[in-house]
């Protein structure tokens, strides 16, 4: 029989966590808040099931969750700040980008860590701006087509 189908009874191996980008030097840790309930349900996950990950991983994300900031949502809803989705349109034409806390970044969901240069350019603007990125691909033009935020305290 292939060893395919057979029951391995040996020990799970551990699992190897992500990589946890640093946080930016004199900065704060912004998060939204699905970020800030994401990182708790991660340290709940980590509680019950003590040995699994190591008391390093543990500590680094209490410390995440103890200097998160939850910055309140902009009274002007026009223009983009932190946790903003961006419907924008460019030379690959339109996507939507989410400003987000470093650790809810994934460029290929959309979001963007707050600063990132795609989310530096954008912040401040509003519909129907126009801002360029320089990318690895050179220098990209976006228009804003969209503001919108999703989240409230």
Do not use: C, Q
Request: glycine share 10%; charged share 30%.
């Amino acid at each position: 029989m292939s060893k395919a189908f057979t029951k391995d009874d040996g020990p799970t191996p551990a699992e190897v966590p992500r990589h946890r980008p640093p946080l930016p030097s004199g900065l704060p840790n912004y998060v939204t808040p699905s970020g800030l309930a994401a990182l708790r349900e991660e340290l709940a996950r980590i509680e019950a099931e003590p040995g699994k990950h190591g008391p390093t991983w543990r500590a680094e994300l209490e410390e995440r969750i103890a200097t998160a900031v939850v910055p309140m949502p902009p009274i002007d809803r026009g223009e983009i700040r932190f946790g903003a989705r961006v419907r924008l349109r460019g030379h690959e034409g339109e996507r939507e980008v989410r400003i987000v806390g470093v650790d809810e970044a994934d460029p290929a969901a959309g979001r963007v860590t707050f600063v990132a240069p795609r989310a530096r350019a954008l912040l401040g603007h509003r519909v129907d701006d126009v801002v360029s990125v320089r990318t690895p691909g050179g220098e990209e033009r976006l228009e804003i087509l969209g503001v919108a935020y999703d989240e409230l305290r």
